[in-house]
């Protein structure tokens, strides 16, 4: 993101570690104390605004109001008075303290999916004031040299503060900018934070329950169990309600024994029984992978009737939406056709003159092996699952074939970006 704020070209940036060295002298020139931290207030599109700084008077620390601060330069912060109000300072609701909340902190970079540590906060003046602009996020060595310290500092609003505090909550971006990532690279910031990032994180999903369903559909199996013992039975069972069935199964069966039948209890009606009917068959087999979501119109069906309902099937995961099951009047499987050739086909074609009669399927018994296998053969994007009487139980989609397949050390392995940029992203 680029920096937008119109700077003031006479003050050059501030960094807040120098700061933090600087001595506050009142309007006489009288040194009165020293800088403790700068308070600002967040805003969800705009930089952050300083309200104030704290300022160590000996051993206490008291409240400047940023309208008492004529000049911040390079090694003083210059005050319009001589008198300050010596009452310890105690942070209102709202306010968040740099140096206490953000420096030496991480952050998630959203521009890169990651989380990052702040080293830095730059402080810069414009028409409205001093506002926190940028930050860097670049270690600095021991014993630097002059080429070294010159950091790209970048933007602050590509990156949001994990600021736990509950008073900061109502004033921060809403997680806005988060909501840009995909779920699987929230699982992913989920699965690296600490317990305090991750609560924050979590705080913040649970305003917004679609994408949080998504993100925990996402997490590993040890993660999302430990983040769901931690919740009581109706907010675990709200959380799998939004979740496709065969992961909400997959989620009851790694809760704790006596936690699993007041959870499915829980559950909304039809929710419940299909995560009861699924939880019927064992987690190494088709039936235990399949999930309950797919698409079967009647075979006397136009295209364009199907591609009306494909269209209308919004609460549908578009995975299970990539093929379009022709059934008959007593709802036995009679042909697939892909939505892709749906689309080129005629739009008054019936399905059954034009879907594939002879539909690749399984048994709910079958290997998970089997099932991938007859997957990659047929290049199938969807495997329909039939009972006895060729009725569809459920679907396995790629996904969750690939997900099957995949062994679990490989999935523990350290992704590679392609991005390449310097920062620390430890703890």
Do not use: C
Request: without cysteine.
């Amino acid at each position: 993101m680029s920096d937008t704020t119109s700077t003031d070209p006479n003050m050059p940036p501030l960094y807040l570690s120098a700061m933090l060295r600087d001595a506050v002298v009142d309007v006489k020139g009288k040194t009165i104390g020293s800088l403790g931290d700068v308070i600002v207030r967040l805003h969800p599109n705009t930089y952050p605004q300083l309200t104030g700084l704290v300022m160590r008077v000996g051993p206490n620390t008291v409240f400047v109001p940023i309208s008492d601060v004529t000049t911040i330069d390079a090694d003083r912060i210059s005050l319009s008075t001589a008198r300050v109000d010596v009452r310890p300072f105690e942070r209102r609701d709202g306010e968040v303290l740099l140096k206490e909340a953000v420096l030496g902190h991480r952050l998630i970079d959203v521009d890169r999916a990651a989380l990052v540590r702040a080293y830095d906060v730059v402080i810069a003046h414009h028409a409205d004031g001093w506002v926190a602009t940028g930050l860097d996020i670049h270690k600095r060595r021991w014993f630097p040299r002059v080429h070294d310290e010159q950091h790209t500092v970048r933007d602050w609003k590509s990156f949001e503060a994990l600021i736990g505090h509950e008073a900061s909550v109502r004033v921060r971006s809403g997680f806005g900018r988060l909501r840009g990532l995909h779920a699987a690279q929230i699982a992913d910031l989920i699965e690296s934070a600490s317990t305090r990032e991750r609560d924050d994180l979590l705080d913040h999903l649970h305003n917004h329950p679609d994408l949080e369903a998504d993100v925990f559909e996402e997490l590993e199996d040890n993660h999302q169990t430990q983040v769901l013992k931690t919740r009581n039975t109706d907010e675990i069972a709200a959380v799998l309600s939004r979740m496709r069935t065969d992961d909400a199964v997959d989620a009851i069966l790694d809760l704790p024994q006596d936690r699993r039948r007041p959870v499915v209890d829980a559950l909304p009606e039809m929710k419940r029984v299909d995560v009861l009917r699924l939880m019927r068959y064992q987690d190494a087999s088709a039936g235990g992978l399949m999930g309950v979501e797919y698409l079967a119109v009647d075979e006397q069906s136009t295209v364009r009737d199907a591609l009306h309902i494909v269209r209308e099937a919004t609460s549908q995961q578009p995975e299970a939406l990539t093929t379009i099951y022709s059934v008959d009047a007593e709802h036995r499987l009679i042909g697939t056709l892909s939505v892709v050739r749906a689309i080129q086909a005629d739009p008054d074609a019936l399905l059954r003159d034009i879907s594939d009669l002879e539909p690749v399927h399984a048994d709910p018994r079958d290997d998970i092996i089997d099932v991938t296998n007859l997957m990659a053969d047929y290049n199938l994007l969807s495997l329909p699952i039939l009972d006895d009487g060729g009725h569809i139980l459920g679907v396995i989609t790629v996904d969750d074939a690939l997900e099957a397949a995949i062994p679990d050390d490989w999935r523990r392995r350290e992704r590679h970006h392609h991005t390449t940029f310097q920062g620390d992203s430890s703890e």
